[in-house]
């Protein structure tokens, strides 16, 4: 980019698209090109300034949230507008919003999602996680069996100091699942790793977001550690927003939707072939019918000049079948008459025969 100050208005283009290319403003430079080429009237310098830069601003926010949401390993995007309160009328919704608002994780505090598989849990946890990304918070969604088995493999070679610091040290911890794994809970309960995750981020007061299947006072079963559960719970729950959904299953509730509109596809479909069946004439039944016919409705036929279907006459088997025959009608009509001879024939007389 030359030093030189431009001399005319073009030079100062090429001079304005070599900085906004120097700072990597490749929107503004592509924005500015258009306004150029074809200006608006009447529009003051701010509003043409902002003209320029709310492409790059937007575009730049866009990258900032797909990064933040690609580092969380959210698996999908959830959001609040998709769930159905209707569905569980049990569940705070106003408390949902609020925390959507994202004010419990500058206060320090976390949320405790309890209840039975598919009442909306995960949902919630994912959309708030989201909204965390589109606000430029770090946040790190885990389930709890991923999480320990990874903690767990630490322990062979002695890096779980290592494998703890992306859990402690991220904005917002999403814990997905607690209650589920099996194995991982085994190996984690010898060692005390949820306590390891959890008790350093009380101690810091960042936020954890954590749904569990199981009931809080069962987590000393859980845990398999009586005094170590009581020590964590008492910490989790001093700071922290608790929600209990008590309600069917979504999961549930949308096989259900599926299986009434399967049967009523296959219901459908059976009224439809039985009534294309019912409407379609069968050409044997019209051939039975002609041929069951009585005599007296064939003479009468024959007699009015009205067709009737021929009557096949029983064929002996492997017989050759007949050629067909025409059977000539008579008619009192003239002109069917045979013409008249042109002259009279005269019949011959006898010879005489002379007598010897």
Known sequence: MSKKSPSSPDELVDTINEGLELLDLGEVRRVLEQ????????????AWLWSLLEPQVRR??????ERRFRQSHLPEHKTLAAYDFAFQPSLDRDLVMELNTLRFIDQGRNLLLAGMSGTGKSHI???LGLSACTANRRVLYTTSADMLARLNASLADDTLAMALKPYIRTELLIIDEVG??????KEASRSGLVQKVLLPRYNDNRSSVITSNIPWEAWADYLDDQLGATALLDRLIHRSHVIVINGPSWRDHEHRQETTKAKAGDK?????????????????????????APPDSKASARATGTPTAAVPAAVAPNAKPAAPTTRPTTSTSKSCRPPAPSHRIRPARPRKVSRA
Do not use: F, Y
Request: glycine fraction near 6%; aromatic fraction near 0%; charged fraction near 20%.
């Open 35 to 46: 306004s150029l080429a074809a200006p608006a009237g009447g529009q003051d310098r701010l």
């Open 180 to 185: 589920l794994e099996q194995v991982e809970r």
């Open 268 to 292: 459908a479909a059976a009224v439809a072939l039985s009534a294309s069946r019912a409407a379609a004439p069968s050409a044997s039944t019209a051939a039975s019918t002609s041929e069951n």
């Open 125 to 127: 946890a994912k959309a």
């Open 60 to 65: 730049r926010l866009e990258g900032r949230v």
